[in-house]
Structures are given as structure tokens and as C-alpha cells.
């Protein structure tokens, strides 16, 4: 046990490890993000998604978790802003292929340079729907408050700076596993899709979050 009464450490970074190559929102986000706009728009993604993680480590620490665990109404709201943010991102990402299916390809470099500037999105855009996607779910919230006492012994001596160091360590650990899926997708880029596939995945992005947001919105509190 440490000095400030963390226990079984290696069992808490395979945890993490599981965890984060487990599918769902924030490894979905990091790799569309990756696929759209390379490696610094996954990186943005993936640091919006960490800082993300700082607030759910905070407010565990500091009893945030917990109201989302006994109150029905707090678990509520923050339910439903995450689903309907999901719902937003799905729609884009349809609207997105809509419009590549409207709108003829460029005839040359000039008019697809242009194109192309007109949809990226910056690296801020980014970094905030990554941490959007990941503050407004409450299954994180309650994850947080669930996992960490685990690795706490119960004669810690000081179990809020246990929860933040345990924290740390969570969103450490998650960053770098985001940074090295990041440049393992990244190379993907350079295979050139035809118009008609970029299309289907584009729309493929969109059913998945819109899925993402279906399960969210049916989540209930524990």
C-alpha cells in the first residue's frame, strides 16, 4: 500500500487498459476524428476527451459523482444533454454525407483546396466536442465513483488526494493509450476512398452516434 493508501496498482492499469480498448463513445469519437482530419485532429479530440476525464476524476473526488448516484434528477439532465449532444454529432455526420452526394466533386486543385477549408473543422471544434462527448455522460460519472474506492484502502489517510492521484493516473494512462490509437489510425489517411464510400462512412459515423445516443438516453441510473 502506498503512503497514500493506494492498492493493487498493476490491477488498476489493466483496468484502464481494458477499459479504454473497450468500444464506445470517446474511442469511436478519436478514431473519426483521426480518420477526417488526421493526426492533429485526433489529438485534439483525444485531448478534449482527457480533459474530459479531469472533470469526472474532480468531481468524484470531490462528491460530484456521487449526487449523480442519488439523485434521479441531477443523473437526469446530464443524461439527456449528452444524449442530444450524441444526436447532434450523428446529424452532422449525415448532413455531411447528404451534402457530399449533392454537391459534384471539385473539377481542380484550386476549388477542392477551398472545399476542403470550408469543412474542416479547427482543432478547438474538435477539442470541445471531445470534451463535450465525454463531461456530458453520466456513465462516466458513476464509473468513476464505482472504480476508484476499489484501489483505496479503507484506512487511507487522506482519501480525496487518493481519489485525485487515482484520477491522475486514469487520465494519464488514457491519454497515451488515445495518442498511440491516434497515430495507429492516422496512416489509414492515405488511402483515398472514391466519393461513394466517403459517403457511406460518413453516414456509417452518424448511425453509430446516433446508436451511442439511443443507448445513452436508455441508461438508467444504478
Same mark, same amino acid.
Not at 8 to 17: G, I, K
Not at 196 to 215: H, S
Given at each position: 500500500?502506498? /503512503?497514500?493508501?493506494?492498492?493493487?496498482?498493476?490491477?488498476?492499469?489493466?483496468?484502464?487498459?481494458? *477499459?479504454?480498448?473497450?468500444?464506445? @463513445?470517446?474511442?469511436?469519437?478519436?478514431?473519426?476524428?483521426?480518420?477526417?482530419?488526421?493526426?492533429?485532429?485526433?489529438?485534439?479530440?483525444?485531448?478534449?476527451?482527457?480533459?474530459?476525464?479531469?472533470?469526472?476524476? @474532480?468531481? =468524484?473526488?470531490?462528491?460530484?459523482? &456521487?449526487?449523480? $448516484?442519488?439523485?434521479?434528477?441531477?443523473?437526469? @439532465?446530464?443524461?439527456?444533454?449528452?444524449? #442530444?449532444?450524441?444526436?447532434?454529432?450523428?446529424?452532422?455526420?449525415?448532413?455531411?454525407?447528404?451534402?457530399?452526394?449533392?454537391? %459534384?466533386?471539385?473539377?481542380?486543385?484550386?476549388?477542392?483546396? &477551398?472545399?476542403?477549408?470550408? #469543412?474542416?473543422?479547427? /482543432? =478547438?471544434?474538435?477539442?470541445?466536442?471531445?470534451?463535450?462527448?465525454?463531461?456530458?455522460?453520466?456513465?462516466? &460519472?458513476?464509473?468513476?465513483?464505482?472504480?476508484? %474506492?476499489?484501489?483505496?484502502? &479503507?484506512? $487511507?489517510?487522506?482519501?480525496?488526494?487518493?481519489?485525485?492521484?487515482?484520477? #491522475?493516473?486514469?487520465?494519464?494512462?488514457?491519454?497515451?493509450?488515445?495518442?498511440?490509437? @491516434?497515430?495507429?489510425?492516422? /496512416?489509414?489517411?492515405?488511402?483515398? /476512398? +472514391?466519393?461513394? *464510400?466517403?459517403?457511406?462512412?460518413?453516414?456509417?459515423? +452518424?448511425?453509430?452516434?446516433?446508436?451511442?445516443?439511443?443507448?445513452?438516453?436508455?441508461?438508467?441510473?444504478?
Amino acid at each position: 500500500m502506498t /503512503p497514500l493508501g493506494l492498492q493493487d496498482l498493476a490491477l488498476f492499469s489493466l483496468t484502464v487498459l481494458v *477499459l479504454n480498448a473497450t468500444p464506445g @463513445v470517446d474511442l469511436l469519437f478519436t478514431i473519426t476524428r483521426t480518420l477526417k482530419h488526421g493526426v492533429r485532429g485526433g489529438l485534439a479530440g483525444a485531448a478534449g476527451i482527457s480533459a474530459g476525464c479531469v472533470v469526472h476524476a @474532480v468531481g =468524484a473526488a470531490f462528491g460530484l459523482a &456521487a449526487l449523480l $448516484a442519488t439523485s434521479a434528477a441531477a443523473f437526469a @439532465v446530464l443524461k439527456w444533454a449528452g444524449a #442530444a449532444y450524441l444526436l447532434w454529432l450523428g446529424f452532422s455526420a449525415w448532413r455531411a454525407a447528404c451534402r457530399q452526394a449533392v454537391d %459534384p466533386a471539385p473539377v481542380d486543385a484550386a476549388s477542392a483546396g &477551398a472545399s476542403t477549408s470550408v #469543412a474542416a473543422e479547427s /482543432p =478547438a471544434a474538435i477539442f470541445r466536442q471531445g470534451l463535450l462527448t465525454n463531461v456530458l455522460n453520466p456513465k462516466v &460519472a458513476i464509473f468513476f465513483l464505482a472504480l476508484l %474506492p476499489q484501489f483505496i484502502a &479503507a484506512e $487511507a489517510p487522506h482519501k480525496t488526494w487518493a481519489f485525485l492521484a487515482l484520477g #491522475a493516473w486514469f487520465v494519464l494512462q488514457s491519454a497515451v493509450f488515445l495518442i498511440a490509437l @491516434v497515430l495507429a489510425v492516422a /496512416p489509414l489517411r492515405r488511402w483515398r /476512398p +472514391g466519393a461513394l *464510400l466517403r459517403r457511406a462512412l460518413d453516414g456509417l459515423t +452518424g448511425l453509430l452516434f446516433l446508436g451511442l445516443a439511443a443507448r445513452l438516453a436508455l441508461t438508467t441510473r444504478p
